[in-house]
């Protein structure tokens, strides 16, 4: 036999696409040629694969060798290739059965001792094999990452001669082992650290409850970076269809997934130096941003206004679609990035303007300037605006003496879960997720909160688009009401959270 071929995965984006390795042993002159777009690291695989396959006594045909990777449009990127063309020409050569290679996929990168190493990405390519017949071989050193997916049919190998051994039918070899690290909800920040910020901690339930956006604005030191922080405790947890999806974006990242993770929200707060790589994803091989490694989880950008404005543009796109596009020259790769948007600013350049505290020196040309850094497009996608206010002392001692020790997080937490499943049936989304059409549907006023709409509308002279925020919103108060229908004291305390709206007519 002089052609064999085994079956293996690149990774893209979160997809883990077949690719067939063809293996041609032909007579003339030797040499060892790979074609099928490969990059840089998977042409060095020949020196690997050369030094592996001889250092495992096996013997490496003096022949014409070629290597086909199909299809030959799809970038293919790592070492992850070495271990199939290893075996394909193994196979090629008359050294190990055909048969059962077919029955099988195989991904590794190998040491020029043969021993395998562990490549990155994994999830996805145990994910998609899942959907096939076949049986996947990986290195042992991603065998606990294979086991996040309890039904698939793994299994793992340190040496290319253990894999050679399992085909000739002389051993067996491990499936992985299923060690489930316990998820991480136990110790999460709970909301009871925070003192008084009733109505700071209030909005971030019904942020949680809709899955609204949400920005806090107030002087430093009020509690909002802690009240951002808290905001995972009271999300409904991730399902396991949820946290493989979140294992397999990390999985993909430049960090790798740590199975110490398993089932934990995510929660992303990247530094306001970001670049628009960094959050949103990029580079080659495209990794995921942070927008995509908050997928099901939370965004927090702490300090926006200080965040480049070319960054946060970016993130406009994301926030709409829930999905992020990386286009190249030759290919296209999508990551999924749903996440939950928070944010956090001061109101003004020297942080204290309308601090019941401190004194604010700026004047109002700079407070403008500071608020129009963050674009009417970005504030638009923003659903709630809140103002943490600072507290003045006597109000921190009577907090401390009223303070009974008790903790509202598990009940808020139960309160936004009813709230979620409400929409859920009602409209088969969040509320934040509905759209122009679905929230003249879903939100019926009655006639006074029409009413009184319409004469906040006209004195605060908000847009169109406002106007819909706020509707989505007062329908997210009141399911967690339990009302079919949106009165104006919904509508009244939905309108509070416009905060910046009131800040910027103002300054
Ligand atoms: N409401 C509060 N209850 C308890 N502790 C608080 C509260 N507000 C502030 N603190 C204390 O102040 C510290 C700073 O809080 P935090 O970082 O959340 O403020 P911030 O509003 O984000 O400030 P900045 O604008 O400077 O980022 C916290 O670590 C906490 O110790
Ligand atoms: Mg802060």
Not at 94 to 113: C, D, K, N, R, V
């Given at each position: 036999?002089?052609?064999?071929?085994?079956?293996?995965?690149?990774?893209?984006?979160?997809?883990?696409?077949?690719?067939?390795?063809?293996?041609?042993?032909?007579?003339?002159?030797?040499?060892?040629?790979?074609?099928?777009?490969?990059?840089?690291?998977?042409?060095?695989?020949?020196?690997?694969?050369?030094?592996?396959?001889?250092?495992?006594?096996?013997?490496?045909?003096?022949?014409?060798?070629?290597?086909?990777?199909?299809?030959?449009?799809?970038?293919?990127?790592?070492?992850?290739?070495?271990?199939?063309?290893?075996?394909?020409?193994?196979?090629?050569?008359?050294?190990?059965?055909?048969?059962?290679?077919?029955?099988?996929?195989?991904?590794?990168?190998?040491?020029?001792?043969?021993?395998?190493?562990?490549?990155?990405?994994?999830?996805?390519?145990?994910?998609?094999?899942?959907?096939?017949?076949?049986?996947?071989?990986?290195?042992?050193?991603?065998?606990?990452?294979?086991?996040?997916?309890?039904?698939?049919?793994?299994?793992?190998?340190?040496?290319?001669?253990?894999?050679?051994?399992?085909?000739?039918?002389?051993?067996?070899?491990?499936?992985?082992?299923?060690?489930?690290?316990?998820?991480?909800?136990?110790?999460?920040?709970?909301?009871?650290?925070?003192?008084?910020?009733?109505?700071?901690?209030?909005?971030?339930?019904?942020?949680?409850?809709?899955?609204?956006s949400?920005l806090?604005v107030?002087?430093?030191?009020?509690?909002?970076?802690?009240?951002?922080?808290?905001?995972?405790?009271?999300?409904?947890?991730?399902?396991?269809?949820?946290?493989?999806?979140?294992?397999?974006?990390?999985?993909?990242?430049?960090?790798?997934?740590?199975?110490?993770?398993?089932?934990?929200?995510?929660?992303?707060?990247?530094?306001?130096?970001?670049?628009?790589?960094?959050?949103?994803?990029?580079?080659?091989?495209?990794?995921?941003?942070?927008?995509?490694?908050?997928?099901?989880?939370?965004?927090?950008?702490?300090?926006l206004p200080?965040?480049?404005?070319?960054?946060l543009?970016?993130l406009r796109?994301?926030l709409?679609?829930?999905?992020?596009?990386?286009?190249?020259?030759?290919?296209?790769?999508?990551?999924?990035?749903?996440?939950?948007?928070?944010a956090?600013m001061?109101?003004?350049?020297?942080?204290?303007?309308?601090?019941?505290?401190?004194?604010?020196?700026?004047?109002?040309?700079?407070?403008?300037?500071?608020l129009s850094k963050l674009s009417g497009p970005l504030l638009d996608r923003i659903d709630m605006q809140?103002?943490?206010?600072?507290?003045?002392?006597?109000?921190?001692?009577?907090?401390?003496?009223?303070?009974?020790?008790?903790?509202?997080?598990?009940?808020?937490?139960?309160?936004?879960?009813?709230?979620?499943?409400?929409?859920?049936?009602?409209?088969?989304?969040?509320?934040?997720?509905?759209?122009?059409?679905?929230?003249?549907?879903?939100?019926?006023?009655?006639?006074?909160?029409?009413?009184?709409?319409?004469?906040?509308?006209?004195?605060?002279?908000?847009s169109?688009r406002v106007?819909?925020r706020?509707?989505?919103?007062?329908?997210?108060?009141?399911?967690?009401?339990?009302?079919?229908?949106?009165?104006?004291?919904?509508?009244?305390?939905?309108?509070?959270?416009r905060a910046l709206d009131?800040m910027k007519?103002?300054?």
């Open positions: 036999m002089t052609l064999a071929i085994v079956y293996t995965r690149a990774s893209s984006g979160i997809e883990a696409p077949l690719v067939t390795v063809e293996a041609h042993l032909s007579n003339g002159m030797a040499g060892f040629h790979i074609v099928g777009l490969p990059a840089a690291a998977v042409k060095e695989s020949r020196d690997r694969v050369r030094s592996a396959i001889v250092n495992s006594k096996f013997e490496f045909p003096i022949k014409h060798i070629t290597i086909n990777l199909a299809p030959a449009d799809l970038p293919k990127e790592g070492g992850r290739f070495d271990l199939p063309i290893a075996l394909g020409i193994l196979a090629a050569s008359g050294q190990i059965p055909m048969q059962a290679i077919a029955t099988h996929e195989f991904t590794g990168e190998l040491a020029l001792s043969g021993e395998l190493r562990a490549v990155r990405g994994i999830l996805p390519v145990v994910l998609a094999v899942q959907q096939t017949e076949r049986i996947l071989v990986v290195p042992d050193e991603n065998g606990q990452e294979a086991a996040l997916v309890e039904t698939a049919r793994v299994r793992t190998a340190s040496h290319l001669l253990e894999v050679c051994a399992y085909l000739q039918g002389r051993q067996t070899l491990a499936p992985c082992k299923v060690k489930h690290t316990a998820p991480h909800e136990t110790n999460l920040p709970l909301l009871g650290d925070i003192k008084g910020q009733q109505h700071a901690k209030r909005a971030l339930e019904i942020a949680a409850a809709g899955r609204h949400l806090l107030g002087p430093p030191g009020t509690g909002k970076t802690m009240l951002a922080t808290r905001l995972p405790a009271i999300l409904p947890k991730l399902d396991e269809a949820q946290a493989l999806e979140v294992a397999a974006i990390a999985s993909i990242s430049s960090s790798g997934f740590d199975p110490q993770d398993w089932r934990r929200m995510p929660f992303r707060a990247p530094h306001h130096s970001s670049s628009s790589v960094a959050l949103v994803g990029g580079g080659r091989p495209p990794r995921p941003g942070e927008i995509s490694l908050a997928h099901h989880g939370v965004l927090f950008l702490d300090e200080e965040f480049n404005r070319i960054v543009e970016s796109e994301p709409e679609s829930g999905h992020i596009t990386i286009s190249r020259a030759a290919f296209q790769t999508v990551f999924p990035a749903q996440f939950q948007f928070i956090a001061n109101p003004c350049p020297c942080g204290y303007a309308g601090s019941a505290t401190s004194r604010c020196n700026c004047s109002r040309d700079q407070v403008k300037r500071y809140v103002e943490v206010a600072s507290l003045p002392e006597s109000i921190w001692q009577q907090l401390a003496e009223a303070d009974t020790g008790e903790d509202e997080t598990e009940a808020k937490r139960i309160s936004v879960l009813a709230a979620r499943a409400r929409q859920l049936q009602r409209q088969q989304c969040c509320n934040a997720l509905l759209k122009a059409s679905g929230t003249t549907t879903h939100c019926q006023l009655t006639r006074e909160a029409k009413l009184l709409l319409k004469q906040i509308m006209q004195k605060l002279l908000f169109a106007h819909h706020i509707m989505k919103v007062a329908r997210t108060i009141a399911d967690l009401e339990n009302s079919a229908v949106v009165t104006d004291t919904h509508i009244a305390e939905a309108v509070t959270y009131r007519l103002l300054a």
